[in-house]
């Protein structure tokens, strides 16, 4: 089973701050994606990759950037961050091919912008 | 753009009664559907994954697609206390990963 791992697992900075979550899976997925989870809102993704170099703009980008490194490795990065941005991050991979669709997650990224 | 959308937001169901959610979604040509759980803001797991029209089981859960009425379904039998989470409806096309979900079910389970 892909292994998805998130850090930090929470976050706590003041508004106009910088943050990095990371993400890496284990199972050399093509695909990898960032949510991030809202009350009412369900997941809404930020930012997704089908691979190293390649970013792909999700639903809600406004405040975020990404970058994808390795295979492995899919980095999410508020540069000033905001109290709009407070929200369970997650992490998630998946494969191309015939499980398209099937995502894998990590356990999330708690972050309080203050 | 895809709109998925979940019905009832909140269920309570007793210990050993079925419990039925509900899932809509706007673009006939998907064909790629799951059902996730998700316990207190935990990580997602995947249920069950249906792919045509029709019924497909796994274990106690079983979801029903109906493309021409844009109509995903999943009903959990003889659910337990351990069942209760948020249940979450993912829709997309094999021809792509873009993957689209419902706001979501909290489903609780009393015994």
């Known amino acids: 089973e892909a292994a998805v791992t998130q850090s930090p697992r929470n976050k706590v900075t003041v508004t106009g701050g910088n943050v990095t979550l990371s993400c890496r899976q284990t199972?050399?997925?093509?695909?990898m994606y960032w949510y991030r989870q809202d009350t009412g809102h369900g997941l809404r993704l930020i930012h997704y990759?089908?691979?190293?170099?390649?970013?792909q703009i999700g639903d809600v980008p406004d405040g975020y950037k990404a970058t994808r490194t390795t295979q492995e490795d899919f980095f999410l990065l508020l540069e000033l961050a905001s109290p709009s941005q407070t929200s369970l991050y997650f992490c998630?991979?998946?494969?191309?091919?015939?499980?398209?669709?099937?995502?894998?997650f990590g356990e999330g990224s708690k972050l309080t912008v203050l | 753009q895809q709109k998925v959308q979940q019905s009832p937001e909140s269920l309570t169901v007793s210990e050993g009664a079925m419990a039925s959610l509900n899932c809509t979604f706007s673009?006939?040509?998907?064909?790629?559907f799951r059902w996730y759980r998700q316990h207190s803001a935990k990580g997602l797991e995947v249920l069950v994954s249906?792919?045509?029209?029709g019924e497909k089981e796994e274990g106690r859960f079983t979801a029903h697609l109906n493309r021409a009425n844009l109509h995903v379904s999943l009903h959990i039998r003889e659910p337990q206390p351990s069942d209760s989470a948020v249940y979450l409806c993912?829709?997309?096309?094999?021809?792509?990963?873009?993957?689209?979900f419902g706001d979501g079910t909290q489903l609780v389970v009393k015994p």
């Open positions: 998630a991979s998946s494969d191309a091919g015939r499980d398209t669709g099937q995502l894998y």
């Open positions: 249906i792919f045509s029209d």
């Open positions: 990759s089908y691979g190293a170099g390649n970013l």
């Open positions: 199972n050399s997925h093509n695909y």
């Open positions: 993912a829709v997309s096309m094999n021809s792509n990963n873009r993957i689209f």
């Open positions: 673009d006939g040509t998907s064909n790629n």
